[in-house]
């Protein structure tokens, strides 16, 4: 079992850039697919990147590809999520989520292990 914590959300300007962490712990970030996904206000929660955990390949939403880079740190158990082109429709709940399976997975049912969401506000 593994435990998530994000943390790196706050209010940003639009064009500015944020960088979120999640420090997992209990077990290794290496055992796991791992993924961020937004909640944004009053939508269903969504994909946004996962990076597989047997390839390390990554793989992004349409809306965030180019501008969101996924990240792995084995060494300190952390996944980040750097955002960068910030537009106010990036604002939301971002959680990151892992799961033991050796597929890439992108939907929101797929994953055992969530955190408890770090808020990502982007003004106009």
């Known amino acids: 079992q593994v435990q998530l914590a994000e943390s790196g959300g706050g209010l940003v300007q639009a064009g500015g850039s944020l960088r979120l962490s999640c420090a997992a712990s209990g077990r290794t970030v290496s055992s796991y697919g791992l993924a961020w996904f937004r909640q944004p206000p009053g939508k269903e929660r969504e994909f946004v990147a996962v990076i597989s955990r047997s390839s390390g390949r990554s793989y992004y939403a349409d809306s965030v590809k180019g501008r969101f880079t996924i990240s792995r740190d084995n060494a300190k158990n952390t996944v980040y999520l750097q955002m960068n082109s910030l537009n106010p429709e990036d604002t939301a709940v971002y959680y990151c989520?892992?799961?033991?399976?050796?597929?890439?997975?992108?939907?929101?049912?797929?994953?055992?292990?969530w955190g408890q969401g770090t808020q990502v506000t982007v003004s106009s």
């Open positions: 989520a892992a799961d033991p399976s050796p597929l890439v997975r992108f939907g929101v049912t797929e994953y055992t292990y």
